[in-house]
């Protein structure tokens, strides 16, 4: 059963793929469309936002609410906001498995045996999300 191995692991990484799609979506901040940058949550009703951009949308409004459900936050925004390092240590990890997804898979396409072998591919940016800026 040798000649199945390799389709086995083009389809876990075929998988890998659409999984990662779809869990990608949930790191993405609902204010900026980025990947969030350092992530917080509110208390109250736990959405969660780049740091930055919970800030400078909510700085100005009063009264207060989230972008998301419009639930009414007190004017003192840090008594409502929690960091949320949980997340930025999922994206971190899922970052790190898509570069070696695509390694894998850039290897086998080319027939090589090390990821160094061909120095034409980039992969300065390969696997990552684009940060919120």
């Known amino acids: 059963m040798m000649g199945s191995e390799p389709r086995n692991d083009k389809a ?5 793929r659409d999984v990662v799609k779809e869990i990608k979506k949930c790191f993405i901040c609902p204010l900026c469309g980025k990947t969030m940058e350092e ?13 930055k951009c919970i800030y400078e949308k ?28 949980v997340w ?7 970052e790190a498995r898509i570069i070696v997804a695509r390694t894998s898979d850039d290897q086998s396409r080319v027939g090589e045996t090390s990821s160094q072998a061909n120095p034409s591919i980039d992969r300065s940016t390969s696997g990552k999300f684009t940060p919120c800026a």
């Open 12 to 16: 876990k990484v075929a998988l890998s």
């Open 39 to 51: 992530t917080v949550s509110l208390k109250d009703c736990m959405h969660s936002f780049c740091k």
């Open 58 to 85: 909510l700085e100005d409004e009063d009264p207060k609410e989230c972008p998301v459900c419009n639930r009414e936050i007190g004017p003192n925004l840090d008594n409502y906001l929690r960091p949320d390092n």
């Open 88 to 94: 930025r240590g999922v994206i971190e990890t899922i």
